[in-house]
């Protein structure tokens, strides 16, 4: 379906850029801040930047964007690493914007010794105090002519740790009367005494956001750096930095980030899910991070496909989480073991079936010839849904009733004989008599039924736990809501219940993904033990997003 798809806008550039022979390859990269998981919304930035040097010649690099030395963590750069992989890309070279540290302050150096820098002794309310507004200039500040001497001289005692955090400042001297506020010379390196996860207590002043993306671009010869909207008021301090380092000149595009609804994509708000407890943590399994829907059951291709069929905007919009769902179905139908399972039973007795063991074979996946088959064992005990029987059904009910017959899937044709009900009047028992000419597979019964129900031998079944997930959240956008986005948080977003499922459930690893027959997709959870084995469900079968688009709305 995607060789049709007309190019993005970002395609069309880089295609531009190679038929001129601006460029022979193009060189992109991914640069997270390793201060969270990676949720779905840099997914769509990883399918996007390692996406173009598969279609073009070039290669996509990974960089960590360490310049803030508070939040960031090991843990996150293996997650990251992790998540990058798994979702099926390799990066050319693993970087990290601290190894260039030395560079960075050298630029610094050039810009002071070019007279473009300055440092500044203004606290920082001063400086706000200062910067103006959008329609009113800012002011010079009262540091901002000193001698090329005087800076080097304070900016080299910033390095060597003389000043306490928040005393001083390096600033670009570009102009406080700029239209774009962010060229008000904007501030390129602050002191802040603080330990880093790799450059451990060496440095005490550290590049801002400008100063460091850029020249980490340009260091790596980057072609095309591609980030979110949010950085086009950036774009020409970007450049003016390059233009006056006179080092090479990469390039900043912009494209609308992604966000999906009924959740949220900001590792910030993320984390404070997993502070507070309202999930069990980055990898629980409502979670929009990549670590979560990994064990939740989605699979990599779905989500790459779901990137692919958003493709790229240049205006930001919510995404329907029914579209990832609908991409999810489609792979996981494809791939999936089928297997049964009865989740509220209610028991079945086949009073002429002979008190014996008898093993059906049945295919793994129809979709999927090379799956196999395996054993089902039947007799004469079984368990269906109790919702598959209706003692005073409506018309066009082809389930289970009394006098009416239905096949059970893989096995016989059975028709309800007697309704045995307990003392509260429950249904405790269905007695039901079969076709022995009717196994699926070689029916000779000449008997056609309309309804094929799902069911497990009493003696094999093997019971287990199985999350059922929803939404994380009640509203479409909780981050656009009144007040604060956790009061829109889901409470019935986790529901735990009990399955009976065939004895073939026992062999079940992992890397395997199940449908469970008519109730949905589930794949193992990582909680499972000895004690018992626990599902999660990755999605039901039941499919709103495929008939809205069929509805064409
Ligand atoms: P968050 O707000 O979740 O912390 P971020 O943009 O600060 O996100 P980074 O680690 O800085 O996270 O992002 C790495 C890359 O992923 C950047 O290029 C960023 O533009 C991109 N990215 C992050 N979130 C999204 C999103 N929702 N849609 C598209 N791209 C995104
Ligand atoms: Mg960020």
């Not at 570009?174 to 506020?181: F, G, P, Q, R, S």
Request: hydrophobic share 30%; with cysteine; aromatic share 10%.
């Amino acid at each position: 379906m995607s060789e049709e798809k007309s190019r993005n806008f970002l395609e069309e550039i880089i295609e531009e850029d190679l038929n001129s022979g601006k460029y022979k390859q193009i060189i992109t990269r991914f640069p997270p801040e390793p201060n969270g998981y990676l949720h779905l919304g840099h997914a769509s930035s990883i399918c996007l930047n390692f996406g173009l040097t598969k279609k073009y010649p070039g290669y996509t690099n990974l960089r960590f964007d360490d310049t803030n030395p508070v939040t960031e963590e090991v843990e996150y750069v293996d997650s990251i690493k992790d998540d990058v992989r798994w979702l099926g890309f390799e990066w050319k070279h693993e970087l990290y914007a601290s190894d260039y540290f030395d560079q960075l302050y050298d630029f610094a150096v050039r810009l002071i010794k070019k007279g473009l820098a300055y440092v500044d002794d203004s606290t920082s309310d001063e400086m706000a105090a200062m910067k103006g507004t959008p329609t009113e200039p800012g002011k010079n500040s009262k540091y901002r002519d000193r001698s090329v001497d005087e800076n080097l001289d304070l900016f080299a005692r910033m390095k060597a740790g003389e000043f306490e955090d928040g005393t001083r400042t390096l600033r670009a001297k570009i102009d406080m009367a700029h239209i774009n506020m962010l060229m008000r010379d904007p501030v390129i390196y602050r002191i802040k005494h603080a330990h880093h996860h790799r450059t451990g207590d060496k440095w005490c002043i550290y590049p801002m956001y400008d100063m460091a993306h850029g020249q980490s671009d340009s260091i790596e010869n980057i072609t095309h750096s591609i980030c979110t909207l949010e950085f086009v008021p950036h774009r020409e301090l970007y450049d003016w930095l390059i233009e006056k380092l006179e080092i090479y000149p990469s390039h900043q595009y912009e494209f609308a980030r992604r966000n999906i609804n009924f959740t949220v994509t900001s590792k910030r708000k993320l984390l404070q899910l997993v502070n507070d407890k309202y999930v069990t943590g980055w990898d629980d399994p409502r979670m929009p991070t990549i670590t979560g829907l990994r064990r939740r059951g989605y699979t990599p291709e779905s989500i790459r496909e779901f990137c692919d069929r958003i493709g790229i905007a240049k205006r930001e919009n919510i995404v329907d989480v029914g579209l990832l769902e609908f991409c999810l179905r489609e792979h996981l139908n494809k791939i999936s073991l089928r297997r049964m399972v009865v989740f509220n039973p209610v028991k079945v007795i086949i009073t002429n079936f002979p008190n014996e063991k008898e093993l059906l074979e049945t295919e793994n996946n129809p979709e999927d010839p090379g799956s196999g088959t395996r054993q089902l064992p039947f007799t004469r005990e079984i368990y269906i849904e109790r919702d598959d029987f209706m003692e005073n059904p409506p018309k066009k009910y082809f389930r289970l009733a009394p006098g009416q017959m239905v096949r059970l899937k893989s096995a016989y044709i059975i028709k309800c004989e007697e309704v045995i009900k307990d003392n509260s009047g429950k249904v405790a028992e269905l007695h039901c008599t079969y076709l022995p000419e009717s196994k699926s597979g070689n029916d000779t019964s000449g008997t056609h039924v309309k309804g094929t129900l799902h069911w497990v031998n009493v003696a094999d079944a093997v019971k287990i736990e199985v999350r059922e997930y929803d939404r994380l959240f009640r509203v479409e956008d909780p981050s656009s809501e009144e007040g604060d986005f956790k009061d829109y948080i889901n409470p019935d977003s986790l529901k735990v219940v009990t399955g009976f499922a065939e004895p073939a459930i026992k062999n079940a690893r992992f890397s395997d993904r199940f449908q469970f027959l008519r109730k949905g997709y589930y794949c193992l959870d990582k909680d499972s033990s000895e004690e018992g084995m626990i599902f999660n469900r990755t999605v039901t079968l039941k499919d709103d997003w495929a008939k809205q688009v069929k509805k064409g709305s």
